[in-house]
């Protein structure tokens, strides 16, 4: 009789375990769930374009972006190699609601085009998800142009002191 009490403790362990870790991965999958609104650029996230820094010379991207201020259907272009070549930043601003252009993003450079797309020195623009991430790519990531540019200061600084 002690035998099948065994037999039927072991099985009661397993079949715990098992519960157990399903358990837990319900309660991963409810908090990745959760947090999916977290992926892509946040209020705040900057790209910035820097000509010192190296770029690919195949990114030939060309990027639709609409004006805030203007009519639907007014439209102009983000070129990331005129961006990189003249320098400038893209500032998420906020997200937008709307599918087609969900992030309101600054402008801030010479120009974002060099033909009659041109976006201008500065403006408030909207842009989708993909073509933020194109954007931060070609630029090398997220962040402003001075954390990358620490590494040549301090290298430079112990130069200077040797």
Known sequence: MRAKDRHSSGAGT????IVAIALAGVAGSIGLINQIDDFGPKVGDIVSFDPLDPMSLDMHA????????????????????T????GGSVIVESRDPRPS???RVHWAGTHS???GADCGASADLLVNLDDIE??????????????KHVA???????????
């Open 14 to 17: 397993v079949l715990l375990g």
């Open 62 to 81: 060309r990027l639709p972006a609409m004006p805030v201020s203007e009519k639907p259907g007014a439209a102009c272009v983000l070129d990331v190699r």
């Open 83 to 86: 961006m990189h070549a003249n």
């Open 101 to 103: 252009f969900g992030y």
């Open 113 to 115: 085009s060099t033909d």
């Open 134 to 147: 194109l954007m931060a790519t070609a630029a090398g990531g997220y962040g402003a142009t001075a954390s």
């Open 152 to 162: 040549l200061l301090l290298g430079s600084a112990n130069t200077a002191a040797q």
